[in-house]
């Protein structure tokens, strides 16, 4: 890896839809797999914390930044393939460029995909989904790299894809490239289903602000925005964080909020539903970097 492409106290804010966070000490977009194995095996070599990420559309990161190495898989390594029903695409292609190579090439099954602004790699560790459909339905087969910097693949049975959550994330493997079985459908219907959901996801939720979606999971039985509305917190705010007035499962930047606005926000909303219903919301939003004396989890 050439010493110029390692960015030194990179402001991670450039790097999430929430447009926050402080600097990475390290930060990589490795071009393919085998650097990628080389950045991972000098890290752990050197005893450096390392994380890896994709477009930073579900991260939440300190204002104090990461002390590691951040590596970004987001348009590199971003190949996509199509032979027949199957889509071969590598971790850092944007789901919004596989659910459109989907469509034109007339195949069904990623219309829901369509607005979550995540990579391949992310929405296969959270089991990203929408509308109905989630990456569960369309996963085939899975290429990872371990912590150890082995390469396995691993078959649908074997992803325990469960609600934002995956064999990936509670395993800590690194995802480089995935096969997804998708079914011949008509172009045009495609297209108008996912235009349909577009519309829909733009009269409900405040795309206009940074965010970084749904901020807590959904717990059963119950939704985590009708929740926060039915506690009285519909544009309740600290600093520039806020719970949006449109949908209040998002927590938005309104110019300059930080992390620990954030956090403030989120301890409050998680106490208060708790007090008036007795529901405990668990963030969906992952945390990155230190939160210590920040957000409050009781
Ligand atoms: C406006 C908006 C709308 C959204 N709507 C939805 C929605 O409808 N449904 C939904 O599910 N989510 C939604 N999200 C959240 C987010 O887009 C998804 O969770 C997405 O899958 C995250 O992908 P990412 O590449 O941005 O991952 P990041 O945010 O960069 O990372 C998220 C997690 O994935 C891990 N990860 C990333 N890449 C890899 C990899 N290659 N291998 C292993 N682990 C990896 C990271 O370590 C981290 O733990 C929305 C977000 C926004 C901002």
């Given at each position: 890896m050439d010493s110029q492409r390692v960015m030194e106290q990179e402001p991670m804010d450039r790097h999430t839809t929430f447009r926050i966070g402080g600097p990475a000490d390290h930060f990589l977009q490795p071009r393919d797999a085998g650097e990628l194995q080389r950045i991972i095996d000098i890290c752990e070599r050197e005893q450096v914390p390392w994380f890896i990420m994709g477009n930073g559309s579900n991260l939440l990161v300190s204002d104090r930044g990461y002390r590691g190495v951040v590596i970004q898989l987001y348009r590199n390594m971003a190949q996509i393939s199509i032979e027949g029903c199957r889509m071969t695409a590598q971790a850092g292609a944007p789901l919004t460029a596989l659910s459109k190579r989907a469509m034109d090439a007339s195949?069904?099954?990623?219309?829901?995909?369509?607005?979550?602004?995540?990579?391949l790699g992310g929405a296969v560790a959270m089991n990203a989904g929408a509308y109905g459909g989630e990456m569960k339905d369309v996963l085939e087969e899975v290429r990872v790299l371990d912590r150890s910097g082995r390469q396995s693949s691993l078959q649908a049975d074997q992803l325990e894809m469960g609600y934002r959550t995956s064999v990936i994330k509670t395993e800590g493997y690194i995802v480089l490239e995935a096969v997804l079985k998708l079914h011949p459908g008509d172009a045009g219907m495609i297209r108008d289903t996912m235009q349909d959901l577009a519309k829909r996801r733009a009269s409900k939720q405040p795309l206009e602000y940074p965010s970084a979606g749904s901020t807590f999971k959904r717990p059963e039985g119950y939704f985590a925005g009708k929740l926060i509305m039915d506690a009285g917190l519909k544009g309740y705010r600290s600093g520039d964080a806020q719970v949006s007035e449109k949908h209040c499962g998002f927590v938005i930047n309104r110019?300059?909020?930080t992390g620990a606005d954030v956090a403030a926000v989120m301890s409050h909303v998680k106490k208060k539903v708790r007090e008036q219903f007795q529901v405990e919301l668990e963030p969906e939003v992952r945390f990155l970097g230190d939160f210590s004396g920040i957000y409050d989890e009781r």
């Open positions: 195949l069904s099954g990623l219309e829901f995909a369509g607005g979550i602004p995540g990579t110019g300059h909020a």
